[in-house]
C-alpha cells in the first residue's frame, strides 16, 4: 500500500507565494512520475505539473514562468514552488504518484484572495 500527503496549502494574497510539498510512502520500489493536479469548484480536475524520475517536467500553460515543480528520488518528494498567485490558481491541489500504478494524495486547498 502506497501512501500520499500533501502539506502547505493555505490562503494567500494574489501576487504571494506558496509551497505545496507531497510526500510518498509505504510499497515503493521505483515511483516514474510525481506531480500536481488542482480542481476548482465546478470545474474538472486538472493537470498542473508533473515530473519524471528523469527531472523532465511539464506545465499548464496557465502557470508556466510561476510555478516550479521539483522532486527528490531518494525521499520520494515532490514540491511545487507557487510564485505570483492569482485568483484563478484557487483550488484544491492533489499530489500524483504513479508507480505504474496511479496514487493521489487527499488534496490540500490554496486559496487566492485578498
Known amino acids: 500500500q502506497v501512501h500520499v500527503v500533501e502539506s502547505g496549502g493555505g490562503l494567500v494574497q494574489p501576487g504571494g507565494s506558496l509551497r505545496l510539498s507531497c510526500a510518498a510512502s509505504g510499497s515503493i520500489f521505483r515511483i516514474y512520475v510525481m506531480g500536481w493536479y488542482r480542481q476548482a469548484p465546478g470545474k474538472q480536475r486538472e493537470l498542473v505539473a508533473i515530473?519524471?524520475?528523469?527531472?523532465?517536467?511539464n506545465y499548464a500553460d496557465s502557470v508556466k514562468g510561476r510555478f516550479t515543480i521539483s522532486r527528490d528520488n531518494a525521499e520520494n518528494t515532490v514540491s511545487l514552488q507557487m510564485s505570483d498567485l492569482k485568483h484563478e490558481d484557487s483550488a484544491v491541489y492533489y499530489c500524483y504518484v504513479n508507480l505504474g500504478s496511479e496514487f493521489w494524495g487527499q488534496g490540500t486547498l490554496v486559496t487566492v484572495s485578498s
Open positions: 515530473i519524471t524520475r528523469g527531472g523532465s517536467t
